[in-house]
């Protein structure tokens, strides 16, 4: 089935640094990819909608500036935590949709930063 | 908008329990629902899933069922294992060109031995 491959799993970072979480679909394209960000013991909150070859659309309250988001290619999504501080420690992941399996989406295994 | 309301957590049962998890929904349209699964340290998983209306999800022992008249999509499994315990979500698509899911809150399931 489709597989969403999602790295790093785990990072630490300095506060005031650039953190860069790669989200790849493997055996299917992704026209467009999801990020959300989960609080401990919380739902997932969407972040922004990736869309190949265009611009993302970031949810109300999102810093686009913040969380900038790259979807270059069918089956790469990125998102860059800039100037990170320890508000933005959290747990994201991304999801992609397969459009042949009837809108299906998977998620990815999700990246834990930690900003210090 | 779209929005999920799902049981509040935690749910702790001893194992081979009955389990209900309730999910009731508030779209516009015919929504498809999910039903996620989530290991700790891990991403969502889907666990089943319903298109229509009287559409029963199954998968690994659990169901769901999508009753239009009570908006709701509750989770069942008649005997849980030690190995169900996770966190699950309900959530539902809508329809639109972004097709974007809503999520519950989620419910921390703990099955004891």
């Known amino acids: 089935g489709a597989v969403v491959s999602q790295h790093p799993s785990r990072v630490i970072c300095k506060s005031g640094t650039s953190v860069k979480i790669e989200c790849r679909s493997l055996d299917f394209q992704a026209t467009t990819m999801f990020w959300y960000r989960q609080f401990p013991k919380q739902s997932l909150m969407l972040m922004a909608t990736?869309?190949?070859?265009?611009?993302?659309?970031?949810e109300q309250g999102v810093e686009k500036d913040k969380f900038l988001i790259n979807h270059a290619s069918l089956t790469l999504s990125t998102l860059t935590v800039t100037s990170a501080h320890p508000e933005d420690s959290s747990f994201y992941i991304c999801?992609?949709?397969?459009?042949?399996?009837?809108?299906?989406?998977?998620f990815g295994s999700g990246t834990r930063l930690t900003v210090v | 908008g779209d929005s999920v309301t799902q049981m509040e957590g935690p749910v702790t049962l001893s194992e081979e329990a009955f389990l209900t998890i309730n999910c009731t929904y508030t779209?516009?349209?015919?929504?498809?629902l999910f039903w996620y699964v989530q290991y700790p340290g891990e991403g969502l998983q889907l666990l089943l899933k319903a298109t229509k209306a009287d559409d029963k999800g199954s998968n690994k022992g659990f169901e769901a069922t999508y009753r239009k008249e009570t908006t709701s999509f509750h989770l069942e499994k008649g005997s849980v294992q030690v190995s169900d315990s996770a966190v699950y979500f309900c959530?539902?698509?809508?329809?639109?060109?972004?097709?974007?899911?809503?999520f519950g809150s989620g419910t921390q399931l703990t099955v004891l031995p």
């Open positions: 959530a539902l698509m809508s329809g639109g060109s972004a097709r974007q899911l809503t």
């Open positions: 990736s869309n190949e070859g265009s611009k993302a659309t970031y």
């Open positions: 999801s992609a949709r397969e459009e042949a399996a009837n809108y299906g989406y998977t």
């Open positions: 779209a516009t349209g015919y929504p498809s």
